[in-house]
Structure formats: C-alpha cells, structure tokens
C-alpha cells in the first residue's frame, strides 16, 4: 500500500472507530441500565454527555494542534479515548459511566479534526479525492452500522464489549499513527482565544438543546425560543469576535474561498437532511411498521449497500463530472429517494423497499465525498487548519442539527393532531416530505458553484 493510501485510510478508521460509538450505544440503554438498576431514560444522559463534549471542544482541537504538534495530539487522543472505553465498560454506577463517557467525548473531539487536518496537511491536491472519500466512508457507514451492531453485541455477548472492541482498534492503530503520520510541527504558540472558545461552545449547544427541546411537553416552547435566541445572539458574537481579534481562536479567513462558503452553507443544510434519514427510517419501520429490530436492521443495509457500491466510482465522476453537475445529479436523486421514503407504507414489499435505499445510500455517499471535497478543494494550505476546525464544527452541527430537526417535526407534526405524543404512519410521511423540501432549497447554493471548481484537483 503506498504511504499517500496508507495515512487517510489509518486517519479513517479512528473516525469510524468514534463515529461509531455515538451510534452504537442506543440500542444497547435498556441493558446498561437495568446493570446499573435504572432505566434507559436515565441514561440519555450519558448520550448527551459525549455529544456535548464533542461539540465544545473541537473549536479548540486546532489551537491544541498548533501548541503540542498534532502527530502527538492525535496519538494521545487515540489513547485517551481507548482509556475511557475500558472505564466505561468497567464503570458501576451511572455517574462513573457517565464521567467516562465525558472522557471519551475528549478523545474524540480530538481525534476526529486532528485526524482529518494531518490528511488534509499532507495531501497534495492531486491527491484530494480519493483522501476525502476515505475520510467519508465512516459518517456513510457508522449511523448505519451502530443500531444493529449493538442491538447484536447486546443479545449474543454484553454490553461491556460495545466499548471493549475499541480497545484492539486502539492498540493496533498507535504503532500505526508513529510510523506512518509524518512528524508534527510545533507552530508558533499564539494566545488562546477564551472568550471565543467558550462564545462558540454556548452557541453551538444551546442551538442543538433548543431545536431537541421543540416538542417536548416537559419544557415550555418559550424556554425553547429563548435559548435558540440566546444561541444565535452567541454565535453572532463569536463571528464578530473572529472578524475583529487579532488572533482568534478560529480564522474565519477560509469563508473567503467561494467552494468553501457555499460547501459550508448549502452543504451543511443538505448534509442535515441527510443525516435525518438513519435516524427516520429505523423509527418509520419499527413504530409505523411494527417490524422488530432485526428485520428494521436488514432492510438499513439497503442503505450501506449503496454507500458501499458508489465508493469505486466516486474518485472517477469527480474527477471526469464538474463538481457542479455532480452536486446537482446526485442532489436530485437523493431528494426524490426522500420522496420515495415519503410515499412507504406497511404494505410496500421489502424488496421495494431495499431498491430505494440501495439507490438512496448511492446517492447520499456520492453527495457526502463531493461536498467534503468541494469545502477543501480550492483552500489554500496556510488556512487548511482553520477550515478544517470550521468543517468539523459544521459536520458535528449538521449531523445533530439534522436528528433534532427531524425529531421535533415528528413530535410537533403528532401533537399537531392530538396524537399525544404516539408518531403514526403519516406523521413519518410527512417529516419526510418537509426534509426533502429543506434539501430543496439547500441545492441554491449548489448553482452557485464555478464551473471551473476543483480544476486543482484534477
């Protein structure tokens, strides 16, 4: 395997490693908790708790980089999370899971920015697609794979080995990450931007808590409204304080870059809609069908199919296909895959079924790398490091965003119509729908991309 293949394959597998232990828990609440002798509502905590983390501290992963190198920030992040997963396999009480799942959210809101900057640092341009459809492949597969991985670990082995199989994936990477990630340069130390750090953290967890609380009868849609004002006031705040500091805690000098802006803006939204889905489908089939777990789980693959088949071809269309064109074929297909989902019924043949969402993770992953890769394709490498902390941010943002958004529509959309809180068959069609119509709007800023985007790459 030549090195170029090597470094973006070993930085992809920690990120699904990570990606996957924010899925896989789910499915596996109700026995952590009947251990520890609660109930699984009681740990949606230990949920939250990791994606808190995650989001607050990746605005700081690149100042951390810069400070102690980042061949030696991703190693000991790799470690740290392997550490928490022995504790939290090894925890006895909800609050010792807890605090272990805080710990790995530390490790994670590392490794996963760190990881992608040393791919991004050390790739030509050349190069680019194929390292960011690597890069891809695990937010493609871990939302797909963890409910059922789990739900399967679960009922053959135990809950402990959710986080015990981190502990091999971790060993066998380290010797991996000294060989093959070249030397980390220590950069000039500049001062640590405190009032932005925490300006963003504010505003990025009270957005998502906002949007999750629409909905909910336990919270008051007015505190709902005022935190999502409270999270936009913080967030207008931190991007004054990124145009105005000197040195800020992130440049926002790569929004210059037209691919940049319109892969984060358009992007972001479309990669939100996309998200929604694996968390839609297994609920559609479940609560609306009434399928068990296993058969939700099997018809889902349909979806890791299409992921899975698009791969080979990804590099060549984006490669021989303008961006553009790519963006807007693939854009369209996936919104009429939406639509599909939209019109499913409990009679709609499985075999139907699996077909759409074959042509559904087809589309979505082609979208997904062109996307990522548009973001990075005409940056220049100086700003590589605060582009990169912004896309991470927006990943993390637009994956959360997505779920909630999806969430609260279902939930209101049931209330709506004195469902009391009980999600029909056509309360799911029409979550679809109003998804497929923010995807809509999204692909503007698709049309506004150069023809002549990615000519570097090519």
């Given at each position: 395997m030549k090195l170029s293949a090597a470094l973006p394959l070993l930085v992809a597998s920690t990120l699904f490693m990570e990606q996957l232990d924010g899925t896989i828990l789910v499915t596996a609440l109700p026995n952590i908790a009947s251990s520890f002798g609660g109930t699984a509502a009681g740990l949606d905590l230990s949920v939250s708790a990791y994606l808190v983390t995650l989001s607050f501290?990746?605005?700081?992963?690149?100042?951390?980089?810069?400070?102690?190198?980042?061949?030696?920030?991703?190693?000991?992040?790799?470690?740290?999370?392997?550490?928490?997963?022995?504790?939290?396999?090894?925890?006895?009480?909800?609050?010792q899971f807890v605090g272990a799942r805080i710990l790995q959210g530390f490790g994670g809101a590392m490794m996963v920015p760190v990881g992608r900057l040393i791919v991004l640092r050390e790739t030509e341009k050349k190069d680019l697609i194929r390292s960011i459809a690597y890069l891809t492949w695990p937010a493609l597969s871990a939302p797909l794979l963890g409910p059922p991985l789990g739900g399967f670990i679960t009922t053959y082995a135990?809950?402990?080995?959710?986080?015990?199989?981190?502990?091999?994936?971790?060993?066998?990477?380290?010797?991996?990450?000294?060989?093959?990630?070249?030397?980390?340069?220590?950069?000039?130390?500049?001062?640590?931007?405190?009032?932005?750090?925490f300006l963003t953290g504010a505003a990025i967890l009270s957005l998502l808590f906002s949007i999750e609380f629409l909905g909910r009868t336990v919270v008051p849609i007015v505190a709902a409204i005022v935190l999502f004002i409270?999270?936009?006031?913080?967030?207008?705040?931190?991007?004054r304080r990124g145009l105005n500091t000197r040195e800020p805690l992130i440049s926002l000098v790569a929004f210059r870059t037209v691919t940049f802006r319109l892969a984060m803006r358009?992007?972001?939204?479309?990669?939100?809609?996309?998200a929604a889905l694996p968390f839609l489908l297994p609920l559609l089939f479940q609560v609306g069908f009434g399928l068990d777990p296993v058969t939700s789980g099997t018809l889902l693959l349909g979806v890791f199919a299409g992921n899975l088949g698009m791969k080979p071809a990804t590099s060549w269309i984006l490669r021989h296909v303008r961006f553009r064109r790519t963006m807007l074929v693939s854009g369209c297909i996936a919104i009429a895959t939406m639509l599909g989902c939209a019109m499913l019924t409990?009679?709609?043949?499985?075999?139907?079924?699996?077909?759409?969402?074959?042509?559904?993770?087809?589309?979505r992953s082609m979208q997904f790398t062109t996307i990522s890769t548009l973001a990075f394709s005409d940056v220049p490498k100086p700003v590589m490091g605060s582009a990169n902390?912004?896309?991470?941010?927006q990943q993390q943002a637009a994956n959360a965003c997505g779920v909630a958004v999806a969430g609260a529509l279902l939930r209101l959309i049931s209330l709506s119509h004195g469902g009391g809180g009980v999600q029909t068959v056509e309360d799911f069609q029409f979550t679809f729908l109003i998804v497929a119509i923010f995807a809509a709007f999204s692909m503007i800023d698709f049309y506004r991309v150069p023809l002549n985007a990615g000519e570097a790459l090519r």
């Amino acid at each position: 395997m030549k090195l170029s293949a090597a470094l973006p394959l070993l930085v992809a597998s920690t990120l699904f490693m990570e990606q996957l232990d924010g899925t896989i828990l789910v499915t596996a609440l109700p026995n952590i908790a009947s251990s520890f002798g609660g109930t699984a509502a009681g740990l949606d905590l230990s949920v939250s708790a990791y994606l808190v983390t995650l989001s607050f501290m990746i605005p700081a992963s690149g100042w951390i980089a810069d400070r102690l190198g980042a061949k030696r920030v991703y190693g000991s992040a790799i470690a740290v999370f392997v550490l928490a997963s022995i504790l939290c396999g090894a925890s006895q009480t909800v609050w010792q899971f807890v605090g272990a799942r805080i710990l790995q959210g530390f490790g994670g809101a590392m490794m996963v920015p760190v990881g992608r900057l040393i791919v991004l640092r050390e790739t030509e341009k050349k190069d680019l697609i194929r390292s960011i459809a690597y890069l891809t492949w695990p937010a493609l597969s871990a939302p797909l794979l963890g409910p059922p991985l789990g739900g399967f670990i679960t009922t053959y082995a135990s809950w402990h080995w959710i986080f015990y199989i981190n502990v091999p994936l971790g060993i066998v990477a380290l010797p991996f990450v000294w060989k093959i990630v070249p030397g980390g340069q220590v950069r000039e130390p500049r001062k640590f931007d405190a009032a932005g750090f925490f300006l963003t953290g504010a505003a990025i967890l009270s957005l998502l808590f906002s949007i999750e609380f629409l909905g909910r009868t336990v919270v008051p849609i007015v505190a709902a409204i005022v935190l999502f004002i409270f999270g936009l006031a913080c967030g207008a705040a931190a991007v004054r304080r990124g145009l105005n500091t000197r040195e800020p805690l992130i440049s926002l000098v790569a929004f210059r870059t037209v691919t940049f802006r319109l892969a984060m803006r358009g992007g972001g939204v479309f990669r939100g809609c996309l998200a929604a889905l694996p968390f839609l489908l297994p609920l559609l089939f479940q609560v609306g069908f009434g399928l068990d777990p296993v058969t939700s789980g099997t018809l889902l693959l349909g979806v890791f199919a299409g992921n899975l088949g698009m791969k080979p071809a990804t590099s060549w269309i984006l490669r021989h296909v303008r961006f553009r064109r790519t963006m807007l074929v693939s854009g369209c297909i996936a919104i009429a895959t939406m639509l599909g989902c939209a019109m499913l019924t409990a009679q709609t043949p499985h075999v139907l079924i699996i077909a759409l969402l074959v042509i559904s993770g087809l589309a979505r992953s082609m979208q997904f790398t062109t996307i990522s890769t548009l973001a990075f394709s005409d940056v220049p490498k100086p700003v590589m490091g605060s582009a990169n902390t912004l896309f991470s941010m927006q990943q993390q943002a637009a994956n959360a965003c997505g779920v909630a958004v999806a969430g609260a529509l279902l939930r209101l959309i049931s209330l709506s119509h004195g469902g009391g809180g009980v999600q029909t068959v056509e309360d799911f069609q029409f979550t679809f729908l109003i998804v497929a119509i923010f995807a809509a709007f999204s692909m503007i800023d698709f049309y506004r991309v150069p023809l002549n985007a990615g000519e570097a790459l090519r």
